[in-house]
């Protein structure tokens, strides 16, 4: 990991707290971790993309943060750059907007072009075209595990030589109408990470000193447990080569009877790759809630081979 | 608890470390849509040139311009259902179960039983879709209540396949590959590197999307809807038919497939993706990526553009879409022409569904040697300038190689390249 960058935007959020550390508590997040993202409101213009398509406007706004900080000189090209997200919410809002459209309006009168911006993948197309990304273009909706799994599946791409760069990560989109539909009782918002992910030598070939690496990535089906989720973390462990005890592990296990926690696994994420960067041993963990049936997935990030000598 | 532990980034060359035992080879097929349920009734259909277009049932189509669609017919989907036998592994009743679970689990089942395999032989399960089980809440969605929010979560919150592979037991990890058009060969890729890097041994991969009035409203309102067929690749063409379906793939090593004395039906040797990075909706007018995934798909496989003998088009009907792949099959095939044609002439286009089916048809167009015609051509499109079979186009150049298509909005692209065993 070369880089990473994330956004948390409020824009659509009239009830928010702007302070980091009262948005912290309100989302029920670590103040270091939001500290650590950019936040917003955004009050920028990205063509084709309004306040509706909450997705596509964080994921643009982080991967624009993301090759701020990059050697543009150095940078593979357009056809060499992957993106890979996963995604949890997807397209639910612009999905919920066309629908009461239809509804509204008529099936015969909906505006056309909100159509195309209702799949899942359109956020990540949309950030193709405008940070030009020309490589693969894959979109997980992995419920939970998304965030790892899609990174998981963008280190696959790039170790096995088939992208030179892959900008993998996470966004999730919840206004007030897709919140609402779900239950949720706290602000609305919409919030990506992403990591730039290559080989070592392609990133000394650039002259760029990598963050962490991604060591190991395991997944767990019917983990519903802290049993299961220790379980996922020490196999992810043992597959890095790193003694589960040395890790700083990052998790939120979700509470009994909570609905909604889409973004904290975004957060525990950029928590892992600070420590990891600080030259610390991290992990974070995705799923694991209480009561439910799906699966939880672990991830080792280690601190970059000059650090640990 | 089953899981996949894996060093990322050992995986430094697939061919050193792949080998023949870790070829991924295809040991069953699945297939259900809108001509009839099972893999038969998918070549029976691509041999006679029938077509599952029909007026809509499942909505009132009178106030729209558009009224006939490639529904799978719900007592051809209640047989395949209950082709499954007993009860889902999840509970409760296979026809309880929403529409597009329905459609996966028929298809994955007849796969499965295909290749001689019980759920917990598989080691991963990866489906493509547009809208999963989405939709069936639509009406939750609308109304954006509150105290509803406990059945949109429970859908939004699952993943799909997961849903689909515990209604059928299996409990390795699931994955849903949700790249809209192109998301059922994003699956089969997916599935194909896991084997290839010896992840696993066996995958059952596919994609599922169900028939929705949202996707109705949504194609008839840009226009790209077709009144009464489609017809790729054809002068005057109107345009794309929706459809619904599902097919799946079993994915398994070659090591694993001998060991169990199973004969391959043919080898998923290579695949490619890319990105337009053009336009939301439209494809890049020159096909460049399109073209790009096509000559990756073609290096990954260790294949010259010659061996290739038919591509399985994305072929939507659609003038920008047609165009567009016809000129990317030029610039990657230059002087040779394989044959191309596109299955969205019978089928309609199920969305992720889409190039699930069409793989398991290329795969068919290749165990019979037969090229899929180009039904419901009238005269072709100038600008289309590709070799189009005809329904009389038979083992005329046997061939061995076979592009599967799909491309998609976001500028989504992907190629499959498959071969005989």
């Given at each position: 990991m070369t880089g990473w960058a994330g956004v948390l935007d409020q824009t659509l959020a009239d009830d928010a707290p702007h302070e980091p550390a009262a948005l912290a508590a309100a989302l029920d997040l670590p103040d270091r971790a939001v500290e650590a993202f950019a936040l917003g409101p955004f009050d920028v213009r990205i063509p084709l993309v309004n306040q509706r398509t909450l997705g596509a406007k964080v994921l643009i706004l982080a991967l624009a943060r993301l090759l701020e900080h990059a050697d543009s000189?150095?940078?593979?090209?357009?056809?060499?750059?992957?993106?890979?997200?996963?995604?949890?919410t997807?397209?639910?809002?612009?999905?919920?907007?066309?629908?009461?459209?239809?509804?509204?309006?008529?099936?015969?009168?909906?505006?056309?072009?909100?159509?195309?911006?209702?799949?899942?993948?359109?956020?990540?197309?949309?950030?193709?075209?405008?940070?030009?990304c020309q490589g693969a273009n894959v979109t997980l909706n992995n419920g939970a595990t998304s965030l790892p799994d899609a990174l998981a599946?963008?280190?696959?791409?790039?170790?096995?030589?088939?992208?030179?760069?892959?900008?993998?990560?996470?966004?999730?989109?919840?206004?007030?109408?897709?919140?609402?539909?779900?239950?949720?009782?706290?602000?609305?918002?919409?919030?990506?990470?992403?990591?730039?992910?290559?080989?070592?030598?392609?990133?000394?070939?650039?002259?760029?000193?990598?963050l962490a690496e991604l060591r190991a990535y395991t997944r767990g089906e019917l983990a519903a447990t802290d049993g299961a989720r220790e379980e996922v973390v020490n196999a992810a462990a043992e597959a890095s080569s790193a003694p589960a005890a040395a890790l700083e592990v990052r998790s939120t296990p979700g509470a009994a009877g909570e609905r909604t926690r889409e973004e904290r696994v975004l957060f525990d994420a950029a928590e892992a790759l600070l420590?990891?960067?600080?030259?610390?041993?991290?992990?974070?963990?995705?799923?694991?809630?209480?009561?439910?049936?799906?699966?939880?997935?672990?991830?080792?990030?280690?601190?970059?081979?000059?650090?640990?000598? | 608890m089953s899981d996949r532990a894996a060093p990322v980034g050992e995986h430094h060359s697939r061919r050193e470390q792949a080998g023949?035992?870790?070829?991924?080879?295809?040991?069953?097929?699945?297939?259900?849509?809108?001509?009839g349920v099972g893999v038969d009734a998918l070549w029976d259909a691509i041999d006679h040139g029938r077509s599952g277009a029909r007026e809509v049932r499942s909505f009132d189509t009178s106030a729209m311009r558009n009224h006939v669609g490639c529904e799978v017919d719900d007592q051809d989907l209640e047989r395949a259902v209950d082709q499954l036998g007993g009860a889902p592994a999840s509970g409760g009743s296979w026809h309880d179960l929403p529409r597009a679970s329905r459609l996966a689990c028929a298809a994955a089942g007849e796969a499965m039983r295909a290749a001689g395999l019980e759920a917990a032989d598989l080691d991963a399960f990866c489906l493509g879709t547009t809208t999963g089980n989405l939709l069936e809440i639509e009406d939750d969605?609308?109304?954006?209540?509150?105290?509803?929010?406990?059945?949109?979560?429970?859908?939004?919150?699952?993943?799909?396949?997961?849903?689909?592979a515990r209604a059928l037991g299996v409990t390795a990890p699931a994955t849903t590959v949700a790249t809209s058009c192109s998301a059922g060969n994003i699956a089969l890729s997916q599935a194909a590197d896991?084997?290839?890097?010896?992840?696993?041994?066996?995958?059952?991969?596919?994609?599922?999307?169900?028939?929705?009035?949202?996707?109705?409203?949504?194609?008839a309102r840009m226009r790209a809807m077709a009144t009464e067929r489609c017809s790729p690749f054809?002068?005057?063409?109107?345009?794309?038919?929706?459809?619904?379906?599902?097919?799946?793939?079993?994915?398994?090593?070659?090591?694993?497939?001998?060991?169990?004395?199973?004969?391959?039906?043919?080898?998923?040797?290579?695949?490619?993706?890319?990105?337009?990075?053009?336009?939301?909706?439209?494809?890049?007018?020159?096909?460049?990526?399109?073209?790009?995934?096509?000559?990756?798909?073609?290096?990954?496989?260790?294949?010259?553009?010659?061996?290739?003998?038919?591509?399985?088009?994305?072929?939507?009907?659609?003038?920008?879409?047609?165009?567009?792949?016809?000129?990317?099959?030029?610039?990657?095939?230059?002087?040779?022409?394989?044959?191309?044609s596109s299955l969205k002439a019978l089928l309609g286009h199920s969305l992720g569904a889409a190039s699930a089916l069409e793989a398991v048809a290329s795969i068919l167009s290749l165990r019979h040697q037969r090229y899929i015609p180009a039904w419901h051509l009238t005269t072709r499109d100038e600008r289309c300038d590709v070799d189009l079979p005809t329904a009389e186009t038979v083992v005329d150049r046997p061939f061995r190689a076979v592009l599967n298509n799909a491309l998609a909005f976001g500028g989504n692209n992907s190629c499959v390249a498959l071969t005989r065993a």
């Open positions: 000189d150095t940078l593979p090209p357009a056809e060499r750059r992957a993106l890979v997200v996963g995604t949890r997807a397209a639910l809002g612009e999905t919920i907007h066309f629908l009461q459209q239809v509804d509204e309006i008529g099936p015969t009168l909906v505006n056309p072009g909100l159509f195309p911006f209702t799949v899942m993948n359109a956020p990540a197309g949309m950030a193709a075209i405008r940070h030009a599946s963008a280190a696959d791409m790039v170790a096995a030589g088939r992208e030179e760069i892959a900008f993998a990560g996470a966004f999730e989109a919840l206004g007030p109408a897709a919140g609402a539909s779900v239950g949720r009782d706290r602000p609305a918002l919409a919030a990506s990470v992403l990591f730039a992910l290559e080989t070592a030598a392609g990133a000394a070939a650039r002259g760029v000193r990598p420590a990891a960067s600080d030259g610390r041993p991290a992990a974070f963990t995705a799923g694991f809630e209480h009561g439910a049936a799906g699966s939880g997935a672990a991830v080792v990030l280690a601190p970059p081979a000059d650090s640990e000598a | 023949d035992q870790h070829l991924p080879v295809i040991t069953g097929l699945g297939a259900i849509s809108s001509v969605l609308v109304v954006a209540d509150p105290s509803r929010g406990d059945r949109v979560a429970s859908v939004i919150h699952d993943n799909f396949a997961q849903a689909v896991l084997v290839r890097q010896g992840q696993a041994e066996r995958v059952v991969a596919g994609g599922a999307d169900a028939f929705s009035r949202f996707a109705f409203v949504g194609f054809s002068e005057g063409r109107q345009g794309m038919m929706l459809g619904e379906g599902s097919a799946f793939l079993v994915l398994e090593s070659a090591g694993s497939a001998a060991a169990r004395g199973v004969e391959p039906l043919a080898v998923v040797r290579g695949y490619g993706l890319s990105c337009d990075a053009h336009h939301i909706a439209t494809p890049q007018p020159a096909g460049r990526g399109a073209a790009a995934a096509m000559t990756r798909a073609l290096a990954d496989a260790d294949l010259p553009p010659e061996a290739v003998g038919y591509v399985c088009a994305h072929g939507t009907g659609t003038m920008a879409n047609d165009i567009a792949e016809s000129k990317a099959c030029r610039a990657v095939f230059g002087e040779h022409r394989p044959y191309v």
